[in-house]
């Protein structure tokens, strides 16, 4: 890129200026820099500095710039002006198609921590090893500090402004050591503007907000929002997702297929007294029954009462009449008469359905046969989930929702699932209640899909940042290696222009490959 009779450098010089001008970042870097307070900016902002400068003198010095062999580096400055615009157009699109989800008026709830360190060592009882951490979810009716959440710095952000100083060091020890060894001003200045240059924290600049732009995107695909790298910080060493049954099997996911009725009562008499318990109980078959009453909840009888007996039902008392709901041994228990055939039950069971039998007044009122299908979406994001070390505590009224139903259902290891008992579900419960505002960290429209896949996301960009910092290092050393053996050597005194953008964008290209095959 030097004028042995072309007009490379002044064009060159031209674009960097015009770059530096319209770049508002040069500016924010070296004003960060000089204030002894470096960002993001400030490495590439250092590079740009220096390659104009160089250059102009190189332009307005030809004869010495011949007779050393100098070249302009404005090419390689541009590329780092070009990679840290590509990172900040990711994160402006991830925070504007985040928004989107976050300004929609359906209902929303956000994941949050939750703070009760007796209550999650009980919930995740035989499930971890040391301290649980047990992520929860709760419907928020505002969503509290996006913008603050969204341009949270993460790591790579933090190295590339810790690499400024280190980059302005090592340029100032590569100009005296130019000088020391006798060479001109103008090979100074270039061994200055090559270390510089050398020193783009090429994969921080895009590799980091790449991470965080795919994984939004594959959260929002699900109905899900992930905000920033806080929400990584926050939730990328869970432990347990805490869950209901709700949101196992939602709407269309539990199928009544028959009805049959005992004593006489009559069907319609029978489905109000179920519905009404089943919804009073936020069961899964509540969705079922809001549906055969077309939603008319007005009509049900009043639940005076209501107890969700482990592994059994609900018993509670309407219109002054004891109600069960619930399985075979709920009605032993309370020694209900005239129950049907085991084998009929068990025959019922082999076709993959489930019998729910309605008590009224300690008779037998009804057998109420129903299925139920798991969501693809659903399984899919538990299991990977699962497979990064998440456990899934599930809250539930309905009994026949077990461990072992829920793991042949969505495809689960049997140790990463636990159907929590009724007592630590209700204690569950008082914290997991709406709220009207919640931070926006990790927000969904009431799918577990969307909750489970962005959990995921943060327990996995955890190790993916640490795999990001750790290759930027590894080849800031290997070019510092490549700088120190070129300034060792009497012919090369700094580096050629295409082989240090070769070796910047082949720094970048390697990390990405590396990282597609550990998609957050």
Not at 268 to 291: E, N, T, Y
Not at 361 to 367: D, F, N, S, Y
Not at 390 to 399: A, E, M, N, Q
Request: with cysteine.
């Amino acid at each position: 890129l030097l004028p042995d009779g072309g007009s490379a450098l002044p064009v060159m010089t031209g674009l960097l200026l015009f770059g530096c001008a319209l770049n508002l970042s040069v500016i924010r870097g070296l004003l960060s820099l000089v204030t002894f307070r470096p960002d993001f900016d400030s490495a590439v902002a250092l590079a740009a500095l220096a390659a104009l400068l160089h250059s102009v003198w190189l332009f307005f010095n030809p004869a010495q710039a011949a007779g050393a062999g100098a070249q302009s580096y404005a090419a390689a400055a541009l590329f780092g002006l070009l990679l840290s615009d590509v990172g900040k157009l990711l994160m402006l699109t991830r925070i504007a198609e985040n928004f989107e989800e976050v300004a929609t008026l359906k209902r929303k709830s956000a994941a949050f921590i939750l703070n009760d360190d007796e209550l999650a060592r009980d919930a995740s009882a035989g499930m971890v090893l040391g301290s649980p951490v047990v992520c929860c979810t709760r419907e928020a009716g505002n969503l509290r500090h996006f913008l603050y959440h969204s341009f949270s710095e993460d790591p790579a952000d933090v190295l590339c402004a810790r690499l400024s100083p280190v980059s302005l060091l090592a340029g100032a020890v590569a100009f005296g050591a130019a000088l020391i060894l006798g060479q001109t001003l103008t090979v100074a200045l270039t061994a200055l503007c090559a270390v510089l240059c050398l020193f783009l924290p090429a994969v921080a600049l895009v590799a980091g907000h790449a991470q965080m732009y795919s994984a939004a995107k594959r959260v929002k695909e699900e109905g899900g929002m992930l905000s920033g790298f806080d929400a990584v910080t926050e939730f990328c060493y869970t432990s347990s997702l805490a869950a209901d049954a709700k949101d196992l099997f939602e709407d269309d996911n539990v199928v009544l297929h028959s009805i049959r009725t005992f004593g006489g009562m009559a069907i319609d008499q029978a489905i109000m007294d179920c519905a009404g318990v089943a919804i009073a109980s936020h069961s899964p078959l509540s969705d079922l029954f809001d549906k055969v009453i077309e939603g008319r909840r007005g009509i049900l009888p009043k639940v005076e009462s209501l107890d969700y007996e482990d592994g059994c039902g609900i018993s509670g008392v309407v219109s002054g009449r004891r109600i069960l709901v619930g399985n075979r041994e709920l009605c032993v228990r309370h020694s209900i008469p005239n129950l049907p055939d085991p084998a009929l039950e068990a025959k019922i069971l082999r076709s993959g359905r489930f019998p729910v039998y309605l008590s009224s007044g300690g008779e037998l009122a009804a057998m109420f046969i129903v299925a139920y299908e798991a969501d693809e979406d659903i399984a899919r994001q538990l299991l990977r989930l699962t497979q990064s070390g998440v456990s899934l505590l599930i809250s539930t009224s309905d009994p026949n929702i077990t461990d072992d139903m829920v793991c042949g259902y969505f495809g689960l290891p049997p140790e990463a699932v636990r159907v929590l008992p009724a007592d630590i579900s209700a204690r569950l419960h008082t914290k997991t209640r709406p709220v009207r505002a919640q931070a926006a960290l990790l927000t969904h429209q009431n799918t577990l899909a969307a909750l489970a896949g962005g959990l995921r996301a943060c327990v996995r960009l955890r190790g993916n940042f640490t795999f990001i910092l750790i290759a930027q290092i590894v080849f800031l050393c290997a070019g510092a290696a490549v700088g120190l053996y070129s300034l060792a050597a009497a012919s090369a005194l700094w580096l050629s222009v295409p082989l240090l953008l070769a070796f910047q964008a082949g720094s970048l290209l390697l990390t990405l490959l590396a990282l597609a095959f550990r998609k957050p």
